[in-house]
């Protein structure tokens, strides 16, 4: 059984049905504060099966000691509960690190270390890359966000763990933009309030549930002016925890902490993904070009040999594909 944290959310929902599919049993434990038991019910019409669900929050430590101690069967952890909003994260920084270091630092505490444990990392830990395709190795720089630097702390946290536990084994995957939903239509990205990323802004806005897209800046150092980004289908991108975690439990990682890339290889700038949406819903967008926003790293795209040659994982989906999915999922769920 794999301790899901988080499962209910956008990449952990998905993450579920990949783990499902390849014959894992699960427990997620989620405190739904950004989800909700239809994310559950869809995980049980795509799967057939009912699944052990926890209402819990990692922030505490007495209910999720009691969880674990009561599974002695935990096979494995894959770590995603966390807060994830850059913006909010600068407003209120304490939140982010204690939901985010606070959560892992628990969780931590309270496996046993010869469990393996995948992280969600982000390709923020890498800020502003001095060279492209951005390589595990590149410098790790001050994260522009209270987000963004809590995934370069829980990254630390673990190599640390990891150095003081000698039977302790994990994996940090960073993503880079996860985008779409599954085919089925049951799940997909959800965020509560107006969506602070591109591809849910797009359909959202397409359908009139929020007003029209603002491109932020079209006078960067780019081909057509607007930023560029490694956009993954949420389908490859769980499909690589299930690798990451295959590698942990075959024993097959070269040390003890590991770092993964989890893109596709390639930029795509924001007005490239405006006309793959115009392509694969036949519809025109309606948007208008506004200022840079703060923060914003003008090119980030990922280089994966690691990933494809160490994980035997690689992405399946187009840029078009998974766009196509993301505008089906609005189509689906426009009125809740
Ligand atoms: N964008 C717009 N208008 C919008 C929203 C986004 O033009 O309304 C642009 C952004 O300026 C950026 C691109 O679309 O150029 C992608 O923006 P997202 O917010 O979708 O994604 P980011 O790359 O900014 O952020 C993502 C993750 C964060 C993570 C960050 C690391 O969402 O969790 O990558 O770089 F921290």
Same mark, same amino acid.
């Given at each position: 059984?794999?301790?899901?944290?988080?499962?209910?959310?956008?990449?952990?929902?998905?993450?579920?049905?990949?783990?499902?599919?390849?014959?894992?049993?699960?427990?997620?434990?989620?405190?739904?504060?950004?989800?909700?038991?239809?994310?559950?019910?869809?995980?049980?019409?795509?799967?057939?099966?009912?699944?052990?669900?926890? %209402?819990?929050? &990692?922030?505490?430590? @007495? =209910? +999720?000691?009691?969880?674990?101690?009561?599974? /002695?069967q935990l096979e !494995?952890?894959?770590?995603?509960?966390?807060?994830?909003?850059?913006?909010?994260?600068?407003?209120?920084?304490?939140?982010?690190?204690?939901?985010?270091?606070?959560?892992?630092?628990?969780?931590?505490?309270?496996?046993?270390?010869?469990?393996?444990?995948?992280?969600?990392?982000?390709?923020?830990?890498?800020?502003?890359?001095?060279?492209?395709?951005?390589?595990?190795?590149?410098?790790?720089?001050?994260?522009?966000?209270?987000?963004?630097?809590?995934?370069?702390?829980?990254?630390?946290?673990?190599?640390?763990?990891?150095?003081?536990?000698?039977?302790?084994?994990?994996?940090?995957?960073?993503?880079?933009?996860?985008?779409?939903?599954?085919?089925?239509?049951?799940?997909?990205?959800?965020?509560?309030?107006?969506?602070?990323?591109?591809v849910p802004y797009?359909? %959202?806005?397409? &359908?009139?549930?929020? @007003? =029209? +897209?603002?491109?932020?800046?079209?006078?960067? /150092?780019?081909?057509? !002016?607007?930023?560029?980004?490694d956009y993954i289908?949420?389908?490859?991108?769980?499909?690589?925890?299930?690798?990451?975690?295959?590698?942990?439990?075959?024993?097959?990682?070269?040390?003890?902490?590991?770092?993964?890339?989890?893109?596709?290889?390639?930029?795509?700038?924001?007005?490239?993904?405006?006309?793959?949406?115009?392509?694969?819903?036949?519809?025109?967008?309606?948007?208008?070009?506004?200022?840079?926003?703060?923060?914003?790293?003008?090119?980030?795209?990922?280089?994966?040999?690691?990933?494809?040659?160490?994980?035997?994982?690689?992405?399946?989906?187009?840029?078009?594909?998974?766009?196509?999915?993301?505008?089906?999922?609005?189509?689906?769920?426009?009125?809740?």
């Amino acid at each position: 059984m794999i301790l899901i944290t988080g499962g209910l959310g956008y990449i952990g929902s998905h993450t579920v049905v990949e783990l499902i599919a390849q014959g894992k049993e699960v427990l997620i434990v989620d405190d739904l504060s950004n989800s909700n038991l239809q994310v559950l019910e869809g995980l049980e019409k795509i799967t057939g099966q009912s699944i052990n669900f926890v %209402q819990l929050d &990692v922030k505490e430590a @007495p =209910p +999720l000691n009691e969880l674990i101690q009561a599974h /002695p069967q935990l096979e !494995g952890v894959i770590h995603f509960a966390a807060a994830k909003a850059v913006g909010e994260s600068a407003l209120n920084p304490l939140k982010y690190y204690q939901n985010n270091v606070g959560g892992l630092l628990n969780l931590l505490q309270s496996i046993p270390t010869n469990i393996p444990f995948i992280f969600s990392s982000s390709c923020t830990v890498y800020g502003d890359a001095d060279a492209l395709p951005i390589v595990e190795n590149s410098p790790i720089k001050r994260p522009k966000s209270p987000y963004g630097n809590t995934k370069k702390i829980g990254e630390e946290i673990l190599e640390e763990h990891s150095r003081a536990h000698a039977n302790f084994k994990a994996i940090s995957l960073r993503y880079f933009n996860p985008i779409g939903a599954h085919a089925s239509g049951y799940i997909g990205e959800n965020p509560k309030g107006q969506p602070e990323n591109l591809v849910p802004y797009i359909t %959202q806005s397409a &359908v009139g549930k929020i @007003p =029209p +897209l603002t491109v932020f800046g079209d006078d960067y /150092p780019t081909a057509d !002016g607007t930023c560029v980004r490694d956009y993954i289908h949420v389908v490859d991108l769980a499909r690589a925890h299930v690798a990451a975690f295959n590698r942990l439990e075959e024993n097959k990682s070269k040390t003890a902490y590991e770092v993964f890339n989890v893109g596709t290889g390639q930029g795509h700038s924001v007005l490239e993904v405006i006309a793959s949406f115009e392509r694969v819903s036949g519809k025109s967008l309606n948007y208008s070009i506004g200022p840079r926003r703060e923060g914003d790293i003008v090119t980030a795209y990922a280089n994966v040999d690691k990933a494809l040659q160490q994980l035997n994982w690689s992405p399946k989906y187009s840029l078009d594909e998974a766009v196509h999915s993301a505008w089906q999922w609005e189509l689906n769920n426009s009125s809740r």
